[in-house]
């Protein structure tokens, strides 16, 4: 096993999930007890049930109203807050994925179903992240959550990837990345190449297609790096961007998790966040990179010898060339362009 694993397999590919050994139990039932609680005192509007639920320094993102907390005295003013705002709003969850990246740890992706009252511009359906952890004596407990603000309707399910084709850059003190992609042949897909090079690990290339995977009904792409590693997994368009979910393996056989989001800065410039990130289900740090499109290459023009084979000077654009001599003309000369 590597010490650590290229940076950029580390941004495109995700965790697998782990196979279960016999001795290993099924986490399903438990998760759903912990769903089936959450939302039994959600609707009862009781407080300490809820924050039973939680670790003591879980941490909760409403990307929707624009709120954070990170600890049990924070969450607990977000849902006293919302409680009295809302007194008769209800809610039910539609879990969609459940991913186990480690025998204690699991991502849980899904929609929360509002009723009552809703007082965001997302309707009544939210999607939602969520990271939960095993305690040996309380069970299954949030050590994270995300409620995720969605992007209208696409028709064209490739519309919304068209501001990344072109050619990117990143250059940090540990890593250098170049970016291409482009449009393929037929339309359906964008195609294209990462290289990524750091002082440890030298440079490494990886081949990626995005496109329309009209089974899920939604955008997928698939990685592949030169050493043999491999990884794929659904896009989700957000506000401003996109939130890529990647499942994928390691050339050594390391199963890896990362759930990136990418956020357009104007035309110019992509903030790209990596979280939750897992290797071979062991934790590695959060990640934030800032990708710059490359500007177009500079054009030259080649001005060839005169006539006595020496190199003609070019005149500036902007300055003004001297007024030729008047010349004779002849009837063949008289439509000739002047000089």
Do not use: H
């Amino acid at each position: 096993m590597r010490n650590g694993f290229p940076p950029l397999l580390a941004l495109l590919c995700g965790a697998s999930l782990l196979t279960l050994s016999a001795q290993d139990q099924d986490p399903a039932p438990e998760l759903a007890g912990v769903a089936e609680r959450f939302v039994a005192a959600y609707n009862e509007k009781n407080l300490g049930n809820i924050l039973a639920l939680y670790t003591g320094d879980a941490e909760m993102i409403d990307e929707i109203d624009g709120l954070s907390a990170s600890g049990i005295d924070a969450i607990r003013g977000i849902f006293e807050s919302s409680f009295s705002k809302y007194p008769d709003r209800r809610i039910a969850l539609e879990v969609i994925d459940v991913r186990q990246v480690a025998t204690n740890v699991v991502i849980e992706e899904g929609i929360t179903r509002f009723s009552g009252e809703v007082p965001n511009e997302e309707g009544d359906a939210i999607a939602y992240s969520a990271v939960l952890v095993k305690d040996p004596e309380k069970g299954w407990l949030i050590a994270s959550s995300r409620e995720i603000a969605a992007k209208s309707a696409i028709v064209d399910p490739l519309e919304g990837l068209y501001p990344l084709e072109g050619d990117w850059i990143l250059q940090g003190e540990q890593m250098q990345m170049e970016l291409s992609l482009g449009l393929s042949n037929s339309g359906r897909f964008l195609v294209g190449r990462a290289v990524t090079s750091t002082p440890d690990a030298g440079a490494m290339e990886t081949e990626l297609r995005i496109g329309y995977d009209p089974s899920m009904d939604q955008v997928r792409w698939w990685t592949f790096d030169e050493l043999g590693g491999f990884g794929q997994g659904p896009w989700q368009a957000i506000e401003n961007g996109w939130l890529v979910r990647s499942s994928g393996v390691t050339a050594d056989g390391e199963v890896t998790a990362a759930i990136q989001r990418l956020t357009f800065e104007e035309n110019d410039t992509i903030l790209w966040d990596s979280t939750n990130r897992f290797l071979n289900g062991v934790a590695q740090p959060d990640l934030e990179l800032r990708l710059v499109r490359r500007p177009p290459a500079p054009s030259f023009s080649f001005i060839g010898p005169d006539e006595s084979g020496e190199p003609e000077a070019s005149t500036p654009a902007s300055a003004e060339a001297p007024a030729a001599a008047p010349e004779a003309t002849s009837p063949s000369s008289t439509n000739a362009p002047k000089p």
